[in-house]
């Protein structure tokens, strides 16, 4: 990171206090009293400067005029009132839209998976952007790139799913819809958790992650490293657990040597919330805080999330000698460097608080946040095609604890959710509201609670029979409730021992399925389920996940056929817990059998049906043989066999047939959504690099090695429709940093 002269002359007069400063941030409440800007406090706690706000929109609990409003009283406190005039950069939550009242909240991370449609990302961050900047944000903690291997971890909801390929390509255009073309005009996006957060030891939230040097690199650091070298992302998080007994928050190796030394990332690195001061509390790798302290920013933290606390510490460890102020220096010139190009000191960073409430949630927002819920919508069966239903039914039941709760459609991250509020700032729409408003006027809507999601008792089971009793179609809306640290079935800090469906709500499914009718199972959740058994005795499952403020329309719009369903999983359903990890792309000895069941899931990731069947033909993979640094191009024809039009997802997987270490059964190397009407056919190609198919060897060199690659297309990584090969010859080929990443996919008539 190049140093410009006006950072440098910043910090040529800046006093140690005032560089420290620059290292932490300030929860607004603190600076506030009665609901407002305490400018005595702020003379208190900010006389030296701050480096950033914590949530200034959305821990106020303001709605968006009055939280622009505050924005600017504290900037205008730090510009006028501080020796040095150094506005702060204002940090919020944002992964399924601003964690703040009255912004959009738009579906959960695992639905923008499941969409696999980058460019939607890309919108919906887009859309982020303008609200955040409308209350005078500048930093979002988001995305999430952890791989997910044990779906009993509350995060699960958070995460893009199991694959590190898919994972990059959704990260890369969320960062770079939240950053924007201009910074200045942009949100700094922050990938987290780095790294390996999504394979805790038991599924535990922040438990150690035991994995290998080369998994670790492959598969559980790629998401990060393309959101550095691809999408130029600007900010990084450390994550909670320890890596072999090493804290993420102290790993010099990790944070500096890996993350600034060989992918060049040019950032800041932000702490989890209280990471720093873990070191000394819960890892106990610190005598106190001044050393914790010191080990983070050792090992490359710049700024201690959510308040500066530890950091405070190290104006004293400084004059101890117990680090250098250099080492103080070098942080705060990449702090001073990013707010440079968020364009802080360029103009007053103060906003229109009276643009704000008309930027947030508008009805091109909430549009948006309806058509990613209904892409995001995976149809996991379909028996007898009782899907669509009719919209002129006689009677349809409307069962289940999420059919009808609002607060129960948002994921972790959302501001009702995230707060645990029993009002909604912007209208929710329910499963329950979506089909009334879908169904004729003719149609009679019976509704049922059944049970709740966790807790209760198993009364309300028999008046949910009798409603199921007097209906012609029954819709059960099962799943979870998101929450944090126990305040959910899923969410940060609520994971699970089980799969099943939590609560009584098994109960309640096995009783109306008893009654004989028809039953259409909606799943509003957070992490796979493993239904099990149960899943035969259902003719229809709909995944749903948690579809955010319009979730309730998109549902009805898929359960009626207004749209057809085209989502895909991102992440395996085991049928039962046991069979945990269950990720498709492990290696060929971890698909052994049990003695009670075969290590097969209940629904693999890729899959996803349609209300249309589509052909896939005429594989072509050109040319036969590349070198170790060539591209090969693997064509097949996809053509709309039904009567409906829908989207396809077409899944490239490759398998390197024999290699100087264990590969994977399958890895997903590319994919494309396409849309084709009834009779259309399309031809999709995929541009696979070898850069793509380079591992750690047993040397730990990167490299390509000569050898025969099995090339498989399909509709699901279990529903291979083609399979072909082509070699590589050559040397070894030893692969750079700056390499081919991502396939490039091309589209045309067939």
């Given at each position: 990171?190049?140093?410009?002269?006006?950072?440098?002359e910043?910090?040529?007069?800046?006093?140690?206090?005032?560089?420290?400063?620059?290292?932490?941030?300030?929860?607004?409440r603190?600076?506030?009293?009665?609901g407002?800007?305490?400018?005595?406090?702020a003379?208190?706690l900010?006389?030296?400067?701050?480096?950033?706000?914590?949530?200034?929109?959305?821990?106020?609990?303001?709605?968006?005029?009055?939280?622009?409003?505050?924005?600017?009283?504290?900037?205008?406190?730090?510009?006028?009132e501080t020796?040095?005039?150094?506005?702060?950069?204002?940090?919020?939550?944002?992964?399924?839209?601003?964690?703040?009242r009255?912004?959009?909240?738009?579906?959960?991370?695992?639905?923008?998976?499941?969409?696999?449609?980058?460019?939607?990302?890309?919108?919906?961050t887009?859309?982020?952007?303008?609200?955040?900047?409308?209350?005078?944000?500048h930093?979002?903690?988001?995305?999430?790139?952890?791989?997910?291997?044990?779906?009993?971890?509350?995060?699960?909801?958070?995460t893009?799913?199991?694959?590190?390929?898919?994972?990059a390509?959704?990260?890369?255009?969320?960062?770079?819809?939240?950053?924007?073309?201009?910074?200045?005009?942009?949100i700094?996006?922050?990938?987290?958790?780095?790294?390996?957060?999504?394979?805790?030891?038991?599924?535990?939230?922040?438990?150690?992650?035991h994995?290998?040097?080369?998994?670790?690199?492959?598969?559980?650091?790629?998401?990060?490293?393309?959101?550095?070298?691809?999408?130029?992302?600007?900010?990084?998080?450390?994550?909670?657990?320890?890596?072999?007994?090493?804290?993420?928050?102290?790993?010099?190796?990790?944070?500096?040597?890996?993350l600034r030394?060989?992918?060049?990332?040019?950032?800041?690195?932000?702490?989890?919330?209280?990471?720093?001061?873990?070191?000394?509390?819960?890892?106990?790798?610190?005598?106190?805080?001044?050393?914790?302290?010191?080990?983070?920013?050792?090992?490359?933290?710049?700024?201690?999330?959510?308040d500066?606390?530890?950091?405070?510490?190290?104006?004293d460890a400084?004059?101890?000698?117990?680090?250098?102020?250099?080492?103080v220096?070098e942080?705060?010139?990449?702090?001073?460097?990013?707010?440079?190009?968020?364009?802080?000191?360029?103009?007053?960073p103060?906003?229109?608080?009276?643009?704000?409430?008309?930027?947030?949630?508008?009805?091109?927002?909430?549009?948006?946040?309806?058509?990613?819920?209904?892409?995001?919508?995976?149809?996991?069966?379909?028996?007898?095609?009782?899907?669509?239903?009719?919209?002129?039914?006689?009677?349809?039941a409307?069962?289940?604890?999420?059919?009808?709760?609002?607060r129960?459609m948002l994921?972790?991250?959302?501001?009702?959710?995230?707060?645990d509020?029993?009002?909604?700032?912007?209208?929710?729409?329910?499963?329950?509201?979506?089909?009334?408003a879908?169904?004729?006027?003719?149609?009679?809507?019976?509704?049922?609670?059944g049970?709740?999601v966790?807790?209760?008792?198993?009364?309300?089971?028999?008046?949910?029979?009798e409603?199921?009793?007097?209906?012609?179609?029954?819709?059960?809306?099962?799943?979870?409730?998101?929450?944090?640290?126990?305040?959910?079935t899923?969410?940060?800090?609520?994971?699970?021992?089980?799969?099943?469906?939590?609560?009584?709500?098994?109960?309640?499914?096995?009783?109306?399925?008893?009654?004989?009718?028809p039953?259409?199972?909606?799943?509003?959740?957070?992490?796979?389920?493993?239904?099990g058994d149960?899943?035969?005795?259902?003719?229809a499952?709909?995944?749903?996940?948690?579809?955010?403020?319009?979730?309730?329309?998109a549902?009805?719009?898929?359960?009626?056929?207004?749209?057809?369903?085209?989502?895909?999983?991102?992440v395996?359903?085991?049928?039962?817990?046991?069979?945990?990890?269950?990720?498709?792309?492990?290696?060929?000895?971890?698909?052994?059998?049990?003695?009670e069941?075969?290590?097969?899931?209940?629904?693999?990731?890729?899959?996803?049906?349609?209300?249309?069947?589509?052909e896939?033909?005429?594989?072509?993979?050109?040319?036969?043989?590349?070198?170790p640094?060539?591209?090969v191009?693997?064509?097949?024809?996809?053509?709309?066999?039904?009567?409906?039009e829908?989207?396809?997802?077409?899944?490239?997987?490759?398998?390197?047939?024999?290699?100087?270490?264990?590969?994977?059964?399958?890895?997903?190397?590319?994919?494309?959504?396409?849309?084709?009407?009834p009779?259309?056919?399309?031809?999709?190609?995929?541009?696979?690099?070898a850069?793509?198919?380079?591992f750690?060897?047993?040397?730990?060199?990167?490299?390509?090695?000569p050898?025969?690659?099995?090339?498989?297309?399909?509709?699901?990584?279990?529903?291979?429709?083609?399979?072909?090969?082509?070699?590589?010859?050559?040397?070894?080929?030893?692969?750079p940093?700056?390499?081919v990443?991502?396939?490039?996919?091309?589209?045309?008539?067939?």
């Open positions: 990171m190049q140093m410009s002269a006006r950072v440098k910043l910090l040529a007069k800046m006093t140690l206090e005032e560089k420290v400063a620059q290292l932490g941030s300030i929860s607004v603190r600076l506030m009293t009665d407002k800007f305490d400018i005595e406090k003379r208190e900010l006389k030296h400067g701050i480096g950033q706000i914590t949530r200034v929109a959305g821990g106020s609990d303001l709605p968006p005029k009055e939280a622009a409003q505050l924005a600017n009283e504290i900037q205008r406190f730090l510009i006028e020796r040095l005039g150094i506005p702060a950069i204002v940090h919020e939550e944002c992964l399924s839209g601003l964690m703040a009255g912004a959009t909240t738009f579906p959960q991370a695992i639905n923008l998976a499941s969409t696999f449609e980058p460019n939607l990302v890309r919108e919906m887009t859309a982020i952007r303008k609200e955040m900047r409308a209350v005078g944000a930093q979002g903690l988001s995305p999430v790139l952890d791989v997910l291997r044990d779906p009993r971890w509350g995060r699960t909801e958070e893009f799913g199991e694959d590190p390929y898919l994972i390509c959704m990260a890369v255009p969320y960062i770079t819809g939240l950053q924007g073309e201009d910074l200045k005009q942009g700094i996006a922050t990938a987290k958790h780095f790294s390996g957060h999504g394979w805790p030891e038991g599924g535990r939230n922040c438990a150690p992650v994995v290998g040097p080369r998994e670790f690199r492959e598969v559980l650091s790629f998401p990060f490293e393309a959101a550095v070298r691809v999408a130029k992302v600007q900010s990084v998080m450390n994550a909670y657990h320890d890596l072999d007994g090493i804290p993420c928050a102290a790993s010099r190796e990790l944070l500096t040597d890996l030394g060989e992918w060049g990332f040019d950032g800041i690195v932000v702490s989890d919330y209280a990471s720093v001061h873990m070191l000394f509390t819960v890892h106990r790798v610190a005598v106190d805080e001044k050393d914790a302290a010191c080990q983070a920013l050792y090992a490359g933290i710049d700024i201690e999330l959510p500066i606390h530890c950091y405070a510490k190290l104006i400084v004059r101890e000698g117990l680090i250098s102020e250099a080492m220096d942080a705060v010139r990449r702090v001073l460097t990013v707010k440079e190009r968020l364009g802080l000191f360029d103009n007053p103060f906003v229109d608080p009276e643009a704000a409430p008309s930027i947030f949630d508008s009805p091109e927002h909430r549009q948006l946040a309806r058509l990613i819920a209904q892409k995001s919508i995976v149809l996991l069966k379909n028996d007898g095609n009782i899907l669509p239903l009719r919209k002129d039914l006689s009677s349809i409307v069962i289940g604890p999420n059919a009808n709760d609002p129960n994921g972790d991250y959302a501001y009702v959710a995230h707060l509020l029993k009002e909604t700032p912007v209208p929710i729409v329910t499963v329950l509201e979506g089909i009334k879908k169904v004729s006027p003719a149609t009679k809507v019976l509704y049922a609670k049970c709740d966790l807790g209760g008792t198993t009364e309300g089971i028999a008046e949910a029979v409603v199921a009793k007097q209906a012609e179609v029954v819709v059960l809306v099962v799943g979870d409730r998101s929450g944090l640290f126990g305040k959910g899923v969410g940060e800090g609520c994971d699970r021992v089980d799969l099943k469906l939590p609560g009584h709500q098994e109960e309640l499914v096995k009783a109306v399925v008893q009654t004989g009718k039953v259409v199972l909606v799943l509003i959740n957070g992490r796979p389920v493993a239904l149960l899943a035969d005795k259902i003719l499952i709909v995944e749903a996940w948690f579809p955010g403020e319009e979730g309730g329309n549902v009805a719009d898929v359960l009626f056929g207004d749209v057809n369903p085209g989502g895909k999983l991102p395996t359903f085991p049928k039962v817990v046991g069979q945990v990890p269950l990720h498709y792309s492990r290696a060929p000895l971890s698909h052994r059998d049990y003695v069941m075969k290590s097969v899931p209940q629904f693999p990731f890729g899959h996803g049906l349609s209300y249309t069947k589509f896939y033909s005429d594989l072509t993979v050109a040319p036969e043989k590349i070198s640094a060539g591209t191009s693997i064509s097949v024809t996809v053509k709309n066999v039904g009567d409906r829908g989207d396809e997802v077409v899944q490239l997987y490759v398998r390197d047939v024999v290699a100087s270490r264990v590969r994977p059964v399958k890895e997903l190397k590319g994919f494309k959504r396409i849309t084709l009407k009779g259309e056919a399309k031809r999709v190609t995929f541009h696979l690099s850069d793509q198919l380079a750690y060897d047993r040397a730990m060199r990167f490299v390509v090695e050898g025969t690659i099995e090339v498989m297309v399909g509709s699901s990584s279990e529903d291979i429709r083609l399979t072909g090969k082509f070699e590589i010859v050559g040397d070894i080929r030893e692969v940093g700056e390499r990443m991502f396939t490039r996919v091309e589209v045309e008539p067939a």
